[in-house]
Nanobody, 126 residues
């Protein structure tokens, strides 16, 4: 099992940037596939980004492609989400999630992840 703790959320103006971090405990992190998901008020949880255990492949939701970048540092047991050109519609609670190596199958499906952080709020203002 891996325990996950997100940080880096906050209030930012539209067009600004934030970097979220997800620190993991547990010796198996380097073999875990990691994802970022988000949930906006009144909406269902949605896939944002995915990264394989070795740093690749990476996949993104169409809504964030070209603006967000997911990365990981296995030596630091941390996965990151760099968010640039933030829009009002990016406002949500962001969750990191992890799962054992599934060879990227169903990477967009939150139900395939068995470890979740507590979430961090990102609010984009106009």
């Amino acid at each position: 099992q891996v325990q996950l703790v997100e940080s880096g959320g906050g209030l930012v103006q539209a067009g600004g940037s934030l970097r979220l971090s997800c620190a993991a405990s547990g010796r198996t992190f380097s073999s875990y596939e990691m994802g970022w998901f988000r949930q906006a008020p009144g909406k269902e949880r949605a896939f944002v980004a995915y990264i394989g255990w070795s740093g690749g492949p990476t996949y993104y939701a169409d809504s964030v492609k070209g603006r967000f970048t997911i990365s990981r540092d296995n030596a630091k047991n941390t996965v990151y989400l760099q968010m640039n050109s933030l829009k009002l519609e990016d406002t949500a609670v962001y969750y990191c999630a992890g799962r054992p190596n599934y060879s990227s199958v169903g990477y967009y499906n939150g139900n395939t992840y068995n470890n979740w952080g507590q979430g961090t709020q990102v609010t984009v203002s106009s």
